[in-house]
């Protein structure tokens, strides 16, 4: 039982380069959430899915796009990097009440 | 919309005990929690309480809520080395779509 897993743990990108940041998780949990974390500002949520096919924004979603095709997976994606979005990267999922998150991937946009 | 608010940064000598405080302003807000962060790692749930309770202990944990006041609090006792962290506060209403709403982090320094 993996939890939450989080691929790749790093990554540089240069400006305007797309990337997919992978988020899996094995607790067949519906709700699963995208997160940023930067200094001094805590969390802020970028995407949320309460369910396959079912996604919607959270606080910060300018930038950013999501799916969630299966219950497993739900994958960000940058479509073109900017400094702006460097940043270190959580995915979670929810049981009833309790949220679970991922190790992080740490981005940075040159 | 929802405020988390905590103070940046905590000092305390190893043995003492650590008091960590959050304000909040989702009178709405139904769950409580408080998240531990290492060093390079993700968040980890320490506890959680309900907005009916107003105190809970969890071993050297013991969290307090004042939902007049709107105010969370987090008492390590007998703090260790080891619980040098990140420390978040965060608050989720009711529904199956309720976001989390992050603090910014309270950085607790544990000194010898």
């Known amino acids: 039982n993996a939890g939450v897993t989080q691929t790749p743990k790093f990554q540089v990108l240069k400006t305007g380069q797309s990337m997919t940041l992978q988020c899996a998780q094995d607790m067949n949990h519906e709700y699963m959430s995208w997160y940023r974390q930067d200094p001094g500002m805590g969390l802020r949520l970028i995407h949320y899915?309460?369910?396959?096919?079912?996604?919607d924004q959270g606080e910060v979603p300018n930038g950013y796009n999501v799916s969630r095709s299966t219950t497993e997976d739900f994958p960000l994606r940058l479509l073109s990097a900017a400094p702006s979005q460097t940043s270190v990267y959580f995915c979670?999922?929810?049981?009833?009440?309790?949220?679970?998150f991922g190790p992080g991937t740490r981005l940075t946009v040159t | 919309g929802e405020d988390v608010e905590q103070s940046l940064f905590l000092s305390v000598r190893e043995g003492d005990s650590s008091v960590i405080n959050c304000t909040y302003t989702?009178?709405?807000?139904?769950?409580l929690y408080w998240y531990k962060q290492e060093p390079g790692a993700g968040l980890q749930l320490l506890t959680y309480?309900?907005?009916?309770?107003d105190m809970k202990q969890d071993q050297r944990l013991t969290v307090l809520l004042n939902k007049k006041d709107k105010h969370l609090s987090l008492r390590i006792a007998d703090t260790q080395t080891g619980d040098s962290a990140i420390y978040f506060c965060a608050e989720m209403g009711t529904g199956t779509a309720s976001k989390l709403t992050f603090g910014t982090g309270t950085r607790l320094q544990v000194t010898l």
């Open positions: 309480i309900f907005s009916n309770m």
């Open positions: 989702d009178s709405s807000s139904t769950y």
């Open positions: 979670a999922t929810r049981g009833v009440l309790e949220q679970y």
């Open positions: 899915s309460v369910g396959a096919g079912i996604t």
